[in-house]
């Protein structure tokens, strides 16, 4: 009989085997095809998250090849128009698919008090021209990881599409090279409660599904957007200054978050998670200090709902902790947990998209 031990070495052990596979997946296909790096992008379309499609969009490293929306900061057909919309303005034609209208088990809450009624700070932008896709959100993130092995995926509203994706074809998360998470507070403080953030407390069943379906997790916390990372008032006159017409739209449709922000923190400026975690799936080299851990996620709490619990000091696998743990031992893989940014390397990567 093997020990917990010998199954979490072997496990870990087979982890590594297929992140080597993922990397050299990816290599390949930039390589030998000489296309650019396909990306995936699930999305909540707010304010944050128009900003973070423009850097995506408009980078010329990488190629979008899906948006999928899903219900969380508005409702999920809100958020395709606002995907659309944000397409349209950088003359993108990716393919839009609209995915669930609410948590796997539980009523949506929206952040409208956050992002304005319409996610855009309301500020009446017309409709998009064109209409979404007819595939469900979940079986296009399962056909575009099929038909793009080694893809990035970049997840920057509640996990819900995700997990239905992973219920169906578990076998997926294998395929996906970096799966990088806006969500969570890595041992801090919330935005939506003392303990949790607002994409993981949204649904946090579906975020523990991600957590432990073994896809290649770089937690991007809300830690990461504020204090230095803060777009402040001198930033914001910077970004107007380009005079583009997605430079204008980015700070005029944050109008309400950057008030939401102020009432929330006491921070001045526009707290920009989504995009942040974008500058991370661009270039992995603004990160100044990581680690990898077990993560899990809090379902059953009232008091801490949603809290992404982060074994910090390593001690999932000891006596006291190994039962609680022991899903996320079985299935062997850790997160890696970004800590701190270059807070330079972030704004200049916004820059370029804006000017
Ligand atoms: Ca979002």
Same mark, same amino acid.
């Given at each position: ?5 010998? #199954? ?18 990816? $290599?390949?296909f ?5 296309v ?15 900003v &973070?499609?423009i850097?995506?969009?408009? @980078?010329?490293?990488?190629? /979008? ?5 899903? =219900? ?10 606002? &995907? ?15 995915? *669930?209208?609410?948590p ?6 929206? *952040?409208? $008090? ?6 855009l ?5 017309p ?24 893809? /990035? ?11 239905? &994706? ?6 997926? &998360?294998a ?5 990088? #998470? ?13 303990a949790?953030?607002?994409?993981? $407390?949204?649904?946090?069943?579906? *975020? ?12 991007v916390?809300w ?14 006159q ?8 997605? =430079? ?31 500058a991370?799936? %661009? ?7 990581? @680690?990898?851990?077990?993560v899990?996620?809090?379902?059953e ?14 001690v ?7 039962y609680i $743990?022991? *899903? ?6 850790? =997160?890696?947990?970004y ?10 990567a %916004?820059?370029a998209?804006?000017?």
């Amino acid at each position: 009989m093997r020990t917990s031990a010998a #199954v979490t070495a072997q496990s870990a052990s087979l982890q590594r085997s297929r992140e080597f596979l993922c990397r050299v997946f990816a $290599w390949q296909f930039v390589i030998l095809r000489r296309v650019k790096l396909p990306f995936l992008i699930d999305t909540d379309t707010a304010s944050d998250d128009a900003v &973070a499609l423009i850097m995506a969009l408009r @980078s010329p490293l990488i190629e /979008v090849v899906a948006v999928t929306t899903v =219900a969380g900061n508005v409702d999920v057909h809100q958020a395709t128009r606002n &995907a659309i919309y944000t397409a349209e303005l950088c003359d993108s034609k990716v393919l839009v698919f609209v995915g *669930a209208e609410r948590p796997l088990k539980r009523a949506h809450v929206s *952040a409208d $008090w956050f992002h304005g009624r319409d996610g855009l700070g309301d500020h009446g932008y017309p409709p998009p021209r064109r209409a979404a896709e007819k595939q469900s959100a979940p079986e296009a993130i399962i056909d575009t990881i099929e038909s793009h092995p080694g893809l /990035v995926m970049v997840t920057l509203g509640p996990l819900t599409n995700v997990a239905l &994706a992973l219920q169906k074809k578990p076998d997926i &998360a294998a395929k996906v090279s970096r799966c990088v #998470v806006m969500g969570g507070a890595p041992c801090c403080e919330g935005n939506v409660t003392p303990a949790a953030e607002y994409n993981i $407390w949204c649904d946090p069943e579906a *975020a523990r599904i991600v957590m432990r379906s073994g896809l290649p997790i770089e937690l991007v916390g809300w830690q990461l957007c504020r204090g230095e990372a803060v777009v402040n008032p001198t930033d914001i006159q910077q970004i107007l200054s380009f005079g583009t017409p997605v =430079a204008k739209f980015a700070i005029e449709c944050n109008s309400r978050g950057q008030e939401a922000f102020l009432e929330q923190t006491g921070e001045h400026g526009i707290s920009l998670p989504d995009p942040v975690a974008m500058a991370v799936a %661009l270039d992995a080299s603004i990160v100044t200090s990581q @680690s990898e851990h077990f993560v899990d996620v809090e379902t059953e709490s009232e008091l801490t709902r949603g809290m992404t619990v982060v074994d910090r000091l390593n001690v999932a696998d000891n006596e006291r902790n190994r039962y609680i $743990w022991a *899903a996320s031992l079985a299935a062997g893989h850790k =997160a890696k947990v970004y800590w701190t940014i270059d807070n330079v390397g972030w704004k200049q990567a %916004l820059y370029a998209a804006l000017s």
